[in-house]
């Protein structure tokens, strides 16, 4: 009888955006919460994976090596049809899990995935551009350049939520007092009352992003198509990494909504099928708890491979143990489909790294589904293994 440990399957690090300060604070709450795998999922980077190998294996936890890249199918977005974006219809995030360490990309594919992420850094660029100039047109003697945002608040990529991080930093240096903070605040608003606690950084940062550079915002730049690759060519991009391709589910917003993509479990099977994609994650924080189990149950008697996370890729920080939408915990039924999903990534890991096939043929993208038990006992092994 396999013993069913804690995984947190994704998150994301400061290397590309992060509620964590470091490696070594995600490190010290996995420690504290119990947790025995944690899967690494930046957005287009993998730069961060030699620092958190190096943090697992002092701390001994076992890593999934995996990545995040938004995918832009132009037919949906053309219909109208929402995927796994609720705001944007045609843009699909998409996952690779378990891809080699040390992750290797031929020329073309490294080509394809680096002339993406400048397109994403040139968009940044022009927001930071079109917010200095409103802050002149404000008369407010505040202006940020891309290399200083960099620098002090990025790693590799330099992204929205950073810019929001940046402004908010500097009102608190220049405002005395809350009121007079409130008030530059209003003025930056265009007249505005800001509607949270400003003492509540997180809060703050997330309003001046959905105020400033959303659409409709003054330092908004709507993204050039050269900022997406196709969902085919993400695929492409995470076999040639080593990597299982891995749709990650939006399901149920707090209304209960669903996108036009995932309203219908059978149809979005299905389609995930046709498309050679196997394995799905769900970030569960988002979703209820009646809505997420009979999905989950539904996806794995498909046998599809399921992991959960919890993102962090917002600020404010939550606990790395995952919960359902209200700090509902999962059942035990969850906890297990979770588990045995990373093992099936671990052992993944494992057989590439001996040179052998995983649970991904990364030639064909066809999934060894008839071995998944097999494959759920190997990566146990090699999960219990690390964590002596």
């Not at 891309?146 to 930093?169: D, F, G, M």
């Not at 057989?351 to 589904?369: D, F, P």
Request: proline share 3%; net charge negative; charged share 25%.
């Amino acid at each position: 009888m396999i013993e069913i440990l804690k995984v947190n399957g994704h998150f994301h690090t400061p290397y590309s955006f992060s509620a964590f300060a470091d490696m070594n604070q995600m490190a010290t709450m996995a420690v504290e919460e119990n947790m025995k795998v944690m899967g690494i999922n930046d957005f287009y980077v993998t730069d961060g994976y030699d620092e958190f190998n190096e943090t697992a294996t002092r701390n001994r936890f076992f890593p999934l090596f995996n990545i995040e890249a938004i995918a832009l199918s132009k037919k949906q977005q053309a219909a109208g049809i929402r995927v796994n974006d609720p705001n944007n219809p045609g843009r699909t995030y998409f996952s690779g899990k378990g891809l080699d360490y040390p992750v290797s990309l031929s020329g073309k594919y490294k080509d394809r995935l680096e002339s993406v992420k400048n397109e994403s850094q040139r968009q940044v660029a022009d927001m930071i551009a079109l917010l200095n100039g409103w802050l002149k047109e404000l008369s407010i003697p505040l202006s940020f350049t891309y290399e200083e945002i960099k620098r002090k608040y990025a790693r590799q990529l330099v992204r929205e939520r950073h810019i929001a991080q940046a402004l908010r930093i500097a009102v608190a240096e220049m405002a005395r007092n809350e009121t007079e903070r409130k008030a530059l605040l209003q003025k930056i608003y265009s007249g505005k009352e800001t509607a949270v606690d400003i003492t509540n950084n997180a809060a703050l940062e997330n309003e001046l992003r959905n105020n400033l550079l959303k659409a409709g915002g003054k330092a908004f730049v709507e993204e050039d198509d050269k900022a997406f690759l196709s969902v085919e060519e993400v695929k492409a991009i995470f076999l040639n990494a080593g990597g299982i391709p891995c749709y990650p589910v939006l399901l149920d917003d707090v209304k209960g909504n669903f996108t036009e993509f995932e309203s219908d479990k059978e149809a979005m099977c299905r389609q995930l099928m046709e498309q050679k994609i196997f394995s799905i994650e769900l970030i569960p924080g988002r979703n209820q708890l009646e809505i997420l189990e009979p999905f989950v149950r539904y996806f794995d008697e498909q046998n599809f491979v399921i992991t959960f996370g919890t993102e962090h890729n917002a600020p404010g920080l939550a606990p790395l143990t995952v919960a359902c939408r209200g700090g509902v915990p999962l059942t035990d039924y969850l906890h297990r489909v979770n588990y045995e999903g990373a093992c099936v990534i671990a052992a993944h890991q494992h057989l590439r790294s001996q040179g052998k096939q995983g649970y991904v043929n990364v030639k064909t993208g066809e999934a060894q589904i008839a071995n998944r038990k097999d494959l759920v006992n190997l990566g146990n092994e090699v999960i219990v293994k690390a964590c002596r």
